[in-house]
């Protein structure tokens, strides 16, 4: 069952739209997905400096924005979940001074920025989201509840050349499967519950991370990376980014 079929079949009077002005045309990760995700745990000119790194993904005037990799929008799906490993992995380094500098503390919440990018990226661009409907339609017999939908499990791309039998979604595809109605809410809209709640488990699996690598110091650098201030909203001068 093809999820066109399934839409119809839990939803009669269906309907597909076109909004191209509209956010479905935009970054998968907009700032009120961070701060739905974070916005109780970290201040807001901190959540603002991950916006500001999620956003560089998207920047014409950032060289590496057009790489396939930083979107989910390459056929080596594990390739995407190693990048988002590298930043995953970036941040954390830099952490190791986020409590004494502030240059610091900005570059370990600009690449988590980064990393959210691509991990929302995911639920959109990859037919992950499409199976999952399908599968609870065919099992439910239509009655479920589409934000209940499991988080993906990264583990399944954790090996060069892993897919996870799942595909990329192109792009025009994408804008008419997104504004599909399915048990009542659409799904851009389930795509964009999935990414907030994956915000939330990047972000307490990196404060795991810190706790594991820094010990004693955890507490101090979270407390920094949540609550002290950055003296800008980028980075000034990140060999990493250049």
Known sequence: ???????????????????PALAIMASPLDASIIK???GETVCPTNIEVMVRGSDQQDSKSYDKS???????ETEAL????RYMKTEQTRALNYAASADQDPEMRTRTLFHFGMLLHTSSCFYRNTT??????????????????????????WRQLGDPGSTAGLKLIDRERRKVLLDQVVAGTTVAK???GLSIREARRQWDYFETLIRNRYHGRADTILAALKTASC????????????
């Open 1 to 19: 069952m093809n999820i066109q079929k399934t839409l119809l079949y839990l939803v009669p009077s269906l309907y597909i739209a076109f909004y």
């Open 36 to 38: 739905e995700a974070l």
């Open 66 to 72: 057009a790489e396939p990799q930083r979107h989910f």
């Open 78 to 81: 594990w390739r995407s979940y």
């Open 128 to 153: 992950f989201l499409e199976e999952q409907i399908e599968r609870l339609a065919s099992t439910t017999g239509g009655d479920f509840d589409p934000y209940s939908i499991d988080l993906f499990d």
């Open 190 to 192: 389930v795509a964009r």
């Open 231 to 242: 003296p800008s909203l980028e980075p000034q001068e990140d060999p990493l980014l250049q």
